[in-house]
């Protein structure tokens, strides 16, 4: 079974601010993503950046065999969404944006506006696999690339910069700490019974602090001497595969001329034992080949593909 995580990058139709200006070159962009998506033939696809549901649908059309799509009905200002493609049918666990009960609103701008919920929904399901149920969250967590008032993506000095690099950060901790929680309910007490993945765009590296919040209990990370050796922890933990990403491999986004990886998936104890592989892009292609993004977004509008790789694992029965 291949699962993944792929970020499709303004998946509008056309016509419209974010999308491509004409039918042409949003029937490129079908084109070059069904093909991914077809070679990766995944189980099951946690996609991120839906701007419209008509949209995924045209792409699903162009895929071989049948698909089933769930979408989270929670979008931001760009109205863009988490969501799923599968192979089999999908029950919808929790479609939520909520920060969790005791966490207070984060300030998100000079004026002293707050954020008190997350800018998209996470979405989790639960599909029927050979081995069993499978439980899957989909999130895309606050962008690192930042946008300033009046819809400027460049500050007017660096004091600005500071302020708003400090409010996406707390945005973004804020997001995975809600995120965590919904990985805790889907656990449901013990990884070590159930398999459960989060997978998604989380807008920063392995070791960034947003990620790691995401792992529960410390240690056992894998390539540890902790990970062979069982502990109480295992219950309640999530591993990050990017170890057993080939390091050639390990990236998902091209910023500013830097690899990085920003896309994980995660898994419980249950799951992360019966992974035999995991990569970026195309299985059989080697090294993604990515255009190099910078600071504005609107840089990239029409164009073919998306500028993420997907990231994927095979986990056996």
């Not at 000095?157 to 996406?168: F, V």
């Amino acid at each position: 079974m291949l699962l993944g995580t792929w970020n499709l990058e303004n998946l509008y139709r056309p016509g419209g601010e974010f999308g491509p200006r004409d039918k042409a070159a949003y029937e490129t962009k079908l084109a070059a993503l069904a093909a991914v998506v077809t070679e990766l033939d995944p189980a099951l696809l946690g996609v991120q950046e839906v701007g419209e549901p008509e949209a995924l649908r045209d792409l699903v059309g162009m895929l071989p065999g049948d698909w089933h799509v769930a979408l989270s009905e929670h979008r931001d200002g760009r109205g863009i969404r988490v969501g799923f493609l599968s192979r089999t049918e999908l029950r919808v666990l929790h479609d939520t944006d909520a920060f969790p009960a005791k966490l207070a609103p984060v300030q998100s701008d000079d004026e002293g506006g707050t954020a008190s919920k997350s800018g998209r929904g996470f979405l989790a399901v639960e599909t029927d696999t050979a081995a069993g149920p499978l439980r899957v969250a989909v999130a895309h967590l606050k962008s690192k690339l930042l946008s300033y008032p009046g819809d400027r993506f460049n500050p007017r000095d660096e004091g600005e910069r500071a302020r708003y690099g400090a409010y996406a950060l707390y945005r973004r901790a804020a997001e995975a700490t809600a995120l965590r929680a919904l990985a805790d309910v889907l656990l449901a007490g013990d990884g070590r019974d159930h398999d459960v993945a989060v997978v998604g765009d989380l807008n920063d590296e392995v070791q960034a602090a947003t990620t790691q919040i995401l792992l529960g209990p410390p240690g056992s990370e894998i390539g540890t001497p902790g990970f062979q050796v069982k502990d109480r922890g295992d219950a309640r933990r999530l591993w990050n595969v990017a170890p057993l990403i080939p390091a050639e491999q390990r990236f998902s986004r091209v910023n500013s001329g830097r690899r990085e990886l920003i896309d994980h998936i995660l898994c419980s104890h249950r799951l992360v034992h019966r992974v035999t592989g995991a990569g970026t892009g195309r299985p059989e292609a080697g090294s993604p080949e990515l255009p190099s993004v910078g600071a504005d977004p609107q840089e990239r509008r029409g164009a073919a593909g998306s500028d993420h790789a997907p990231v994927w694992v095979r986990v056996g029965d």
